[in-house]
């Protein structure tokens, strides 16, 4: 019998396929509601369907961050993230939500927060992460929809460099709110993230992790959005731990006339890191690509 490749031979990759393998599943097993034509939706919905990364919209984004002013000598690191998001649908406004974070490629000139800096350049795969979040919508009595969410978080030790990630198992509860009004949506994901397990001569890890999304939505299916993603390593000392971006950035959303059951969303984001780690980069530049499946059953909530 032929080997597995060394990839496989990792257990985080192993643990990761059989997640997303019963994830599939499940979402196989959630109630089916009848979907209608994805021609026939308004902007202002089609909009809102795709902002809510906690509704349950089948989607794929592809990221892809690069962060300018790295110390020392105001070095470039770059990070290509790929971030599948699956939803199992169920009556009465509810829906169990997977979402994986892949480090596909990771091009760094730096060191992670468990390994002394590197004056060279690595490149390879970051550690990947899995969410599993169970969420409830709620329709408000003025049309806006509010949802909640509560789940833990899986980090896995998948790095293909010391450099690139923890090398540490990773646990923690996870939480996503959020609103959508007529022109705007809102949404916060926070969560904490505790090392487990042997340390491997590798350092603990006890960090605090949040994405906050608002978007506002223009005419013909244009966008602003402020998407930040805000750290704190508790591990650190005080004046060093926390990173805040403050930025903009403008998207659009784009339906496919030919497939109209599928459609795609864009948009760059530039960030100043206004507080930050002393290894951290001064400046990042987002860009994103979302493909996902336009569904109005998301908001069937009665």
């Known amino acids: 019998m032929r080997a597995l490749p060394q990839t496989l031979r990792r257990p985080g990759v192993v643990c990761l396929l059989a997640i997303m393998a019963s994830s599939v599943g499940l979402r196989s097993a959630g109630a089916e509601t009848p979907e209608e034509p994805p021609a026939q939706i308004?902007?202002?919905?089609?909009?809102?369907?795709?902002?809510?990364?906690?509704?349950?919209?089948?989607?794929?984004?592809?990221?892809?961050?690069t962060q300018f002013g790295i110390p020392p000598d105001n070095r470039v690191g770059n990070v290509?993230?790929?971030?599948?998001?699956?939803?199992?649908?169920?009556?009465?406004?509810?829906?169990?939500?997977?979402?994986?974070?892949?480090?596909?490629?990771?091009?760094?000139?730096?060191?992670?927060?468990?390994?002394?800096?590197?004056?060279?350049?690595?490149?390879?795969?970051?550690?990947?992460?899995?969410e599993i979040i169970g969420h409830k919508m709620i329709r408000g009595k003025r049309g806006q929809f509010y949802d909640v969410g509560f789940g833990p978080f899986f980090g896995f030790p998948s790095a293909s460099d010391d450099f690139l990630g923890t090398k540490r198992w990773l646990?923690?509860?996870?939480?996503?709110?959020?609103?959508?009004?007529?022109?705007?949506?809102?949404?916060?994901?926070?969560?904490?993230?505790?090392?487990?397990?042997s340390d491997g001569g590798r350092a603990d890890v006890n960090r605090l992790w949040m994405q906050y999304f608002l978007f506002y939505n223009l005419p013909k299916l244009f966008y602003l959005v402020y998407e930040p993603i805000i750290t704190a390593n508790w591990k650190s000392r005080q004046g060093d731990r926390w990173t805040l971006p403050v930025g903009i950035g403008v998207g659009r959303h784009h339906r496919i006339p030919k497939r109209p059951r599928f459609a795609i969303t864009t948009r760059i984001s530039g960030f100043y890191n206004a507080v930050r780690t002393d290894r951290g980069a001064r400046w990042q530049l987002l860009a994103t690509l979302v493909f996902w499946k336009p569904n109005p059953a998301v908001f069937n909530v009665d």
């Not at 022109?183 to 505790?194: A, D, G, H, I, K």
């Open 42 to 65: 308004p902007d202002l919905v089609f909009a809102r369907m795709a902002e809510n990364p906690a509704s349950g919209i089948t989607r794929l984004p592809v990221l892809n961050s």
């Open 80 to 130: 290509l993230v790929l971030a599948p998001i699956l939803p199992a649908l169920f009556k009465g406004g509810w829906s169990l939500i997977s979402r994986t974070t892949i480090p596909a490629v990771v091009t760094v000139p730096f060191a992670s927060d468990a390994v002394p800096p590197s004056s060279g350049r690595t490149t390879g795969f970051g550690d990947i992460g899995l």
């Open 171 to 197: 646990l923690g509860p996870e939480m996503a709110a959020g609103i959508a009004g007529r022109q705007w949506v809102t949404v916060l994901f926070v969560r904490n993230e505790w090392s487990v397990g």
